[in-house]
C-alpha cells in the first residue's frame, strides 16, 4: 500500500520524539476504534496472529486493563507479567526477562517500569515495538494522547490557542511531562499549577506557565487536568514531605464546586485516576457534569488500539 500514512517512530517510548502528525495520525485512528467500540461487536481482526506482552514491573490497575481489553479488541494474542514486588532491575536482567518472553515469539512489548529510561534502553536491545505504559516520575504517553483526544472531544478539535491547566503534584507526575509536550505539539497554552515544591524549575524551558494560584487558574482555564499527590514518590515511605499538611493542600489546591463556578463558563474537568476524592478533587466535581473522568478512560481503550495498530503497521522507509 503507497498511501498508507504510517508514525515517524517504530516505537511509543515517549510523546518526545513524536510529531504533530504523529499525533493526528493517532487520534484520527483512535476515532474509528471508538466507533467499534461503541458497536455491539466490538472486535476487529486487525492483529490476529499478533502477540502483545505485558510486562508490568510497577503496580497498574486501569491502564493495565486499558491496553489488555485493546489488545483483545484487536484480535491480538496477550500475555502478561507482573513484577510488583520483586527484585527485578533495570540493566542485564531486564534484557534477560524481556529476551526470555520474546523467545516465545512475541511480537510487541507494552511496559510499565519504574527507571526513567528502561524503555529507550530496551529498545536499543529488542528488535519489536515497545510502547511505553509509564517509566517512573518521566513519562506517560498513552495517557497524554488520551488526554489530549478527549480534550479535542470535549473543547473541538483544534485546540490551538485553549488554555489547559495541569494542577497538583507536577513534579512526580509522568503524567504531566507527557501532557505538556502533546498539549504544545497541538498548540496550547499550557499552565502548571501547584505549591512550589512540586513544580520542578525546569517548566520554562519547556514554554509553559506557572502559577501557585488555584483560582486565578481557574478563571484562565478551558480544561484543568487534576493530578493525584503522588505520596508513595515523594520519599519518606509515603508521608507528606512537600507541604505542611495534605488538609493545607487541599485548602490551596483542591477542587471544588465552589471554586469551580467562579469562572465565567464550563470549565472542563480531567483526572488520570486513581482518584484521591477529598483530596485534590471533591466527589461533587469529579462527579459533576463538567467532568470528563469516565470519557478519558472510554478514550484510553480506544487511543490504546490505535497506537498498537499503528506500530504493527510500521515498515522501516
Ligand atoms: C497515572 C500514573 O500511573 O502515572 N495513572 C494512570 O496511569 N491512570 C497517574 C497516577 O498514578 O496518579
Same mark, same amino acid.
Not at 144 to 154: G, I, W
Not at 249 to 276: C, K, S, W
Given at each position: ?53 505485558? /510486562?508490568?514491573?510497577?503496580? =497498574?490497575? #486501569?491502564?493495565? %486493563?486499558?491496553?489488555? +481489553?485493546?489488545? &483483545? ?71 497524554? /494522547?488520551?488526554d489530549?483526544? =478527549?480534550? #479535542?472531544?470535549? %473543547?473541538?478539535?483544534? +485546540?490551538?490557542? &485553549? ?60 480544561a484543568?487536568n ?43 474537568v480531567m483526572h ?20 470528563i473522568?469516565?470519557?478519558q ?21
Amino acid at each position: 500500500m503507497t498511501d498508507f500514512k504510517q508514525l515517524s517512530q517504530p516505537s511509543l517510548l515517549g510523546i518526545r520524539g513524536l510529531t504533530r502528525g504523529d499525533i493526528d495520525l493517532i487520534h484520527a485512528t483512535a476515532k474509528e476504534f471508538k466507533d467499534v467500540l461503541n458497536r455491539p461487536i466490538k472486535k476487529v481482526p486487525s492483529l490476529r496472529d499478533f502477540t502483545v506482552a505485558n /510486562l508490568f514491573f510497577e503496580d =497498574s490497575t #486501569r491502564t493495565r %486493563l486499558s491496553f489488555e +481489553l485493546a489488545e &483483545k479488541r484487536l484480535s491480538a494474542d496477550v500475555v502478561n507479567f507482573s513484577a510488583a514486588g520483586s527484585s527485578v532491575k533495570k540493566g542485564e536482567t531486564l534484557v534477560d526477562t524481556v529476551n526470555n518472553i520474546l523467545a516465545m515469539k512475541v511480537d510487541m512489548v507494552v511496559m510499565r517500569h519504574p527507571h526513567p529510561g528502561a524503555h529507550h534502553f530496551l529498545a536499543s536491545k529488542v528488535k519489536v515495538p515497545i510502547v511505553n505504559a509509564g517509566d517512573g516520575t518521566h513519562e506517560h504517553p498513552t495517557q497524554a /494522547l488520551l488526554d489530549t483526544f =478527549s480534550l #479535542r472531544e470535549a %473543547l473541538g478539535h483544534d +485546540l490551538n490557542g &485553549k488554555n489547559i491547566a495541569i494542577v497538583g503534584d507536577i513534579k512526580h507526575s509522568r503524567v504531566a511531562l507527557s501532557n505538556i509536550l502533546a498539549l504544545k505539539l497541538l498548540g496550547a497554552n499550557v499552565r502548571v499549577c501547584g505549591p512550589q515544591t512540586l513544580i520542578p524549575k525546569h517548566m520554562d524551558s519547556l514554554g509553559v506557565e506557572v502559577s501557585h494560584d488555584l483560582d486565578d487558574t481557574i478563571r484562565w482555564a478551558d480544561a484543568l487536568n487534576m493530578l493525584r499527590i503522588q505520596l508513595e514518590r515523594q520519599g519518606d515511605g509515603g508521608s507528606v514531605r512537600f507541604f505542611p499538611t495534605l488538609r493545607e493542600y487541599t485548602m490551596r489546591f483542591g477542587l471544588t464546586m465552589e471554586r469551580l463556578t467562579q469562572a465565567d463558563r464550563d470549565v472542563v474537568v480531567m483526572h488520570p485516576g486513581p482518584i484521591n476524592r477529598g483530596v485534590e478533587i471533591t466527589s461533587e466535581v469529579a462527579d459533576c457534569h463538567q467532568a470528563i473522568i469516565l470519557d478519558q478512560v472510554e478514550h484510553g481503550v480506544a487511543v490504546r488500539m490505535a497506537v498498537l495498530y499503528m506500530l504493527s503497521q510500521h515498515r522501516p522507509d
